[in-house]
């Protein structure tokens, strides 16, 4: 069974940081690239960050640049995101998901596997 376990969300003070977690199983997950998108309710969901499924390569949206930074285990099946300097403007619902196609995948519906989402709530 294909699983992606997205986890270590919680409530943090602006300035403050938060690591998730991505755990995968059921699928080859060296074969696929990572991503973490987030979502506000009445709002689409919007990728902030990828990673590479062999070499690491990342990507940032402008929104997270220098604040997030996007990480793999290959070994472990295991992907992470470490948010630092977070602001209210960064709480969502983040989720993480992997896709096998080529390119950077900027659209949810590019990737084939979804973990459940992990809520983030940064107060002022």
């Known amino acids: 069974e294909v699983q992606l376990q997205a986890s270590g969300g919680g409530l943090v003070k602006v300035g403050g940081s938060l690591r998730l977690s991505c755990a995968a199983s059921?699928?080859?997950?060296?074969?696929?690239?990572i991503a973490w998108f987030r979502q506000v309710p009445g709002d689409l969901r919007d990728r902030i960050s990828c990673?590479?499924?062999?070499?690491?390569?990342?990507h940032y949206d402008d929104s997270v640049k220098g604040r997030f930074i996007i990480s793999r285990d290959n070994g472990k099946g295991m992907a992470y995101l470490q948010m630092n300097d977070l602001k209210p403007e960064d709480t969502a619902v983040y989720y993480c998901?992997?896709?096998?196609?080529?390119?950077?995948?900027?659209?949810?519906?590019?990737?084939?596997?979804w973990g459940q989402g992990t809520q983030v709530t940064v107060s002022s």
């Open positions: 998901a992997a896709r096998r196609g080529t390119g950077w995948g900027t659209r949810p519906y590019e990737y084939d596997y």
């Open positions: 990673i590479t499924n062999r070499d690491g390569g990342e």
């Open positions: 059921g699928f080859t997950f060296e074969d696929y690239h």
